[in-house]
């Protein structure tokens, strides 16, 4: 297996990663290479989890009466004092 690259501008980033962790240069390209394609994975991710979380706010929402809202203040999260109860 070989990949040849050809661009001085890379192999002068591998050299400075490897320089400055004390990795090999295939150990830093790696690294980098599976750090680019899990950011690449994100916004699906996080799409799909802002999707769920605004699943269950829509079928809390559905169950509260209006009493339960007017119910719920943040003035029952906090004692006297500001803390938290």
């Known amino acids: ?5 050809k661009n001085e501008r890379v192999h002068a ?3 400075a990663a490897a320089a400055r ?3 090999s240069q295939t150990s830093v390209i790696e690294d980098a290479l599976e ?3 899990a950011a690449l994975d994100r916004p699906e991710q996080e799409e799909a989890w802002r999707q769920s979380l605004d699943d ?3 079928r809390i929402d559905a169950r509260l009466t209006d009493e339960d809202r007017r119910a ?4 029952d999260l906090y004692d006297e004092n500001g803390l938290p109860v």
């Open 1 to 5: 297996m070989s990949l040849n690259i």
């Open 13 to 15: 980033l591998a050299r």
């Open 21 to 23: 962790t004390g990795r």
């Open 35 to 37: 750090q680019y394609l």
């Open 56 to 58: 269950i706010l829509a």
């Open 72 to 75: 719920l203040t943040t003035d």
